[in-house]
DNA sequence: GTACCCGGTTAT
DNA sequence: ATAACCGGGTAC
């Protein structure tokens, strides 16, 4: 046994000073270091403290001193270890646990390992992983222990654990009380290193630890040794624990925690979530994929035919597909699209999410989509399960259920796009509910001239006890049918209700009430007459349904059911919505057809099956503005463009097309 | 084999 | 969170 040593991690906000009593002044101090004993303690809550101890093989660490409030540690946590000072001052306690030590080194010749991705590393990053030859499907393996931190990559379970492990969290102490018998391997690449057969095992890399890639031979499962990375960091905020892998990668290659990996399993199932395949690609068919490179963009500088360095490897920027982009990502304020300035893939941050562009070329409007991807499934879009029952009694006594014609507004809108309803979703939408449902006994409907005011409360109120579904209540009182709710799902947004009087060309009369649940799945054929007259019964539900403000639901010649934006005011004045009586739809703006490439037919099905898809894509569209296409108008425009931009991409390039024509005349006279 | 560039990983 | 790197899939 020999010293001890202190490394500090500190907190990102003060970074840089000291660097050498940091990780790296630890391993330059004791580079010999094998096998050692980690204190993990919080002394100020302003720093953490990992100490190391030294020790030889087999040793037993024999501590006295202060023991964890639930009592003995177990096994493995050896014991708390006096740390000097304060450190157990509010209720944090240290215990010990066995580590391998290896001394880092750099990857590379020496051992013919591999490099590492990503961005080149900092020389000698200590980490600390989870060693695999632990029992990591054992059951009760709390993921909540420190003992069971695997790091593998940062950006994802090590930032998992980092939450965790941020010794001024509250939770260390309990987390640590609690674990198991687990072994630690602390490691960087050290030149003598046995390497292993694939040489990936010892990877500091991100798959690094198991990276079974070459067909199982894998060391980690049958060497106990095997070194895995581990690094230390406090900072971490990721909500869940998440598993990414190659496609190609086998299964079981990193580990989950058992538990975490059970709920993202079942999340997966719940959502239907189709396997990722293939990667995305561009349209190829858009203002931008028919660019040439520009040549002067940072990636255009990057690649070799420009003479660049081929290191960021991107596509040119103004080349980026807008079928895909305009989907997620609203262009940065700045038009100039000539900037070199611009991010990096900021569609990264898009992409992970939604990952539905794959396909792109081939995707017609006939196919149907299901958007798995990112935030879970707003519930309301989702299928029922015994929820009926408690849905009644709970909105028996939320505020939604005792107003009536009223629509509850959440305020923090996700993402219209989120809203999507999935592909397979059931058509239940909307739901008649019966005498029995008792809502509004108390005379809930009073509130007809409620101000908008009163519903921001309501309706947080409602968003925090249901989640993150939105629906809307409306409750049409007097009519034939009395007592009867409607629920749509909707999002906040001005909404209005549809005054009876403005769909004057509607028919008047009044199709069985058998029809009114709208419900049009089931496709296969329709004849005329029953296409004509399930438009009469959306007709009808939306005349009944509070729409997103100043959408108007009337029928037209077609027959077609139209949807206007009745407010100058709205940015979507002049915009119709034209739902089909086979349901499909399509959208005009000041009488210019919205180009069938356009984002929303992409991220909505191309059949409105679904109140709540209508109801989502009235909303996307609020989202949207008319592409002003000041001086000239690309014969592509896009025609709605998302905020901040209010030009579209091909009208943009035009513009400067011709600007740059211009000048070129300027400099000729 | 090469060019392109997606998307995972890592540094900052 | 975001910028940067680069392995590797894919089309050719
Ligand atoms: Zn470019
Ligand atoms: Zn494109």
Redesign the pocket.
Known sequence: MSGVVTMETRRDSEKEPAKKTGEDGWRELYPEIKKCVIVIARLRLDRVNVKLKQVKDGERMSVGGRRGRSGEPSPDWMAPVDLDDTDCEGGFRSFVKKVKVRVPGNYGAANGS?????????AG?LRLERCQSCDVTADPVDITDPAHYCC?????R?KERGRRIRLNDKQISVNISQSEANNYSLNSKVPDTPDTPNGQSQD?????CCDH?DGGSCSCSTEKENPLSI?FKKEV??RRWRR?????EPEDDSWTPPRAKKVEEEAKQKTNQPE???????CGRCAACLRE?CGKC??CL????FGGP???????QL???LVVESNFRPRPPQTNLTVTTA???????W??GR?E??EEVKVTRTRRRRWGGGRATPRWMKKETGGGERKKKGKKNSPAAQESSVLIMPTDLPHPLLLQPMEEEEAVEITRRGAEGGLCEDGGRAEETAGRAWREEECSEVVTESGTYYEVEVEVPGSDSDEETLTASSTPSEVTEVPDDVTASCPAYDPPNSLELFSLLGGGAMDEVTCGWSLLCLLRVLRRTVLPAHWVPVLAAGPLLQLLQCSKLSSMSDTIVHVQPDHCFYITVQSRLLPDTHTVYRTHTPRITQLSQLVSLLLELERLTVCRGLRVRSPTCCVLVAPPCLTCLPCLLQEEEEEEEEEEEGRMN
């Open positions: 591999r490099k590492p991705r990503g961005r080149p590393r900092r990053l593998t990559p940062q950006s994802t090590l500091t890399s991100p798959s690094s890639k690094l905020k990721r990414r892998k190659l496609r190609r990722r395949k293939g990667r995305r690609r561009a490179d940072l990636y990057d690649k070799r035919k081929e290191k960021k490897k991107q596509r040119c080349r980026v597909c991010t990096e893939p900021q569609h990264h941050r992409r992970r990952d562009n794959e």
